[in-house]
Every structure is written in structure tokens, then in C-alpha cells.
């Protein structure tokens, strides 16, 4: 039984006769199967279905052929005769018997099996490769999501240590008001002549007892009431929002504040957290004043969603 030659094979399977001859070409004339590789993939070149043009000098049954612009032939042309095996080409070749029809459809066959095989090796290559590239994209999804978290943390503690910053500087200064007051205190003593508790405590004689004078001791010093409070809120996004609230409004009114002023999405429903002491704010801290919460003069607030 003759076999069919590579290019009639690919031809049978309902392959292009142009990208039948670039498929043989390309591969040597090898064989079906490097034939059927090169097809796949090149399939979406865009010159694939352009006509095939042999390279000037092609050797022809073992004889150098020159091309001219009149003479073009194609690969494996029925006129001038039918491709061997090794690239040439048999002309009016007496012993080639021509395929029954059986023998072609069988022939037919082995190649279409032959090229489902091809293609379900390949098919089962891309989905691996996609595969792989849904695990690398979860993989880079993790790593941002850290990094996202790593960053919030990050802001999270600034906020803490700026908070812990003004009261140690709200702190400081009250203790300069106290020394100060004090200093103020033994002037006076020194200037009208009163011994100080201090002075009387360092000294071996006994003090002599003098008069008291309506200015020696002045009124104890008196701890500064706050009326207003400035409140920092960090939004779900991370932008802030400064405002000024009375010492006595509720915290719904810094709620209210975040709905009207922030870009909270409609409908999302969130509430506020202290960063430091972290303390989540409920229900019921909603309607106590800012005072009472322990918000004045100044604190820093968290938008977080519920």
C-alpha cells in the first residue's frame, strides 16, 4: 500500500495547501507529526495563508533549480510531480501505486487521531500554564494585601505616638505652670519677709513667728476645664478630617460629622475606635459626651466599618 506524502496528508486532514507547503518547508519535509507541530504553532501568524514561495536555489531531485519570475513552483506540485520522503520530488515514478479509497480514509484517519492527540497535548499545556498563572497572581495578591496591612499598621502606630506626644507635651506644660506658680510663691515669700515651709525645713533654728500676710499665700491653683475638643478622624480610605466639638456634645455628633463631611460610601455602616488604649466605641458610647469618653481636649479617632 502506498503512503501518502506529507503535504497530500495535510491537505486530506483539510489544512490550507499554502500552509500545508510553509508547514513541509519549514520542517524538512520530516514528517507528519514536525509538520503538525509547526502548524500549531504558527497557526495565528499573519502571513500564514499568504502563497508559499520556495527560496531561490531550491534543490529539486537532487539538481539545483534557479527560480524566475515566470517559474514559481510550489512544493509537492501534482504537475510536476509528487514529494518523496527526503525533500525531492519522484516525477513519473512507474512503481508508486495510487491509494484505494480504503487505504486513503484509513490513512485519513491515523493522521486525524494523530492531530487530536497534538491537540489535547497542547490544550492540556495551556491549562497547566494558566494554572500557574492563577497561582502567581494569588500569590502577588497575598503580598500586596501584607503590604497593604503592614502600611495601615503603620499608620495606625503614628497615630498612637502622636497621641501619646500631645499628652506628654499637654503634660509638661501644666508641670511649667506648677513650678512657675511655685517660684512665684517663694518670690513673694522672699520679697515680705515670710519664711517658706521649705526654707524652715532646711533650717536648725526655730522660726520666728510673723504675721500673715494677706498676700503670702495666694488661692490653689486651679485645674483648666476645657469646653471644646479637637478630635482627628482617620476615614476607611486614610485620608483624616480635623473638626472642633464642644466638650459636651455626644460622640454621635463625631458619627454624624464622618457622614456628612467624609466619602463613606452610602449605606456602609461603620463606627469609631480609639487607637490607643484601642477601645471600640458602641451603641451606648454614641450618646456620652466627649468629656465623659475621656476626648478632651484632643484625641485621634478610626473609622472602621462594623
Do not use: C
Not at 517559474?71 to 501534482?78: K, M, Y
Not at 497547566?128 to 492563577?134: F, H, K, S, V
Not at 515651709?197 to 491653683?221: D, I, L, Y
Not at 459626651?289 to 481636649?297: A, R, S, T
Amino acid at each position: 500500500m502506498a503512503e501518502l506524502t506529507t503535504l497530500e496528508s495535510l491537505m486530506e486532514m483539510g489544512f490550507d495547501r499554502n500552509r500545508a507547503e510553509k508547514a513541509v518547508a519549514s520542517t524538512g519535509n520530516q514528517g507528519i507529526e514536525q509538520a503538525m507541530d509547526w502548524l500549531m504553532v504558527h497557526e495565528s501568524d499573519p502571513d500564514i495563508d499568504e502563497p508559499f514561495v520556495p527560496p531561490v536555489g531550491n534543490v529539486v531531485g537532487g539538481a539545483a533549480v534557479t527560480q524566475s519570475p515566470t517559474d514559481e513552483p510550489s512544493i509537492a506540485d501534482p504537475a510536476e510531480g509528487t514529494a518523496g520522503g527526503d525533500g525531492s520530488i519522484d516525477v513519473d515514478d512507474p512503481s508508486k501505486v495510487p491509494l484505494s479509497e480504503e487505504e486513503r480514509l484509513e490513512q485519513v484517519r491515523r493522521l486525524e487521531e494523530l492531530m487530536r492527540l497534538k491537540q489535547a497535548e497542547r490544550r492540556e499545556r495551556e491549562r497547566a500554564e494558566e494554572l500557574e498563572r492563577e497561582k502567581q497572581r494569588r500569590k502577588d495578591g497575598q503580598e500586596l494585601q501584607h503590604i497593604r496591612q503592614k502600611l495601615q499598621d503603620d499608620d495606625m502606630k503614628k497615630l498612637s505616638d502622636q497621641r501619646m506626644k500631645e499628652k506628654m507635651e499637654d503634660k509638661m506644660a501644666r508641670q511649667r505652670v506648677k513650678d512657675k506658680i511655685a517660684r512665684d510663691r517663694e518670690e513673694r515669700a522672699q520679697k515680705f519677709g515670710v519664711v517658706s515651709p521649705a526654707s524652715t525645713a532646711t533650717s536648725s533654728q526655730p522660726a520666728q513667728p510673723t504675721p500673715p500676710s494677706p498676700t503670702s499665700h495666694g488661692p490653689p491653683p486651679t485645674k483648666k476645664e476645657y469646653d471644646e475638643s479637637r478630635i482627628q478622624i482617620r476615614l476607611l480610605d486614610g485620608s483624616t478630617l480635623t473638626a472642633v466639638f464642644k466638650a459636651q456634645e455626644p460622640l454621635a455628633a463625631v458619627r454624624v460629622y464622618v457622614q456628612v463631611n467624609g466619602n463613606t460610601p452610602e449605606g456602609q455602616d461603620f463606627t469609631l475606635l480609639s487607637p490607643y488604649p484601642r477601645n471600640e466605641y458602641t451603641e451606648l458610647d454614641m450618646e456620652k459626651p466627649l468629656k465623659e469618653l475621656g476626648l478632651v481636649p484632643s484625641a485621634v479617632l478610626v473609622v472602621i466599618k462594623k
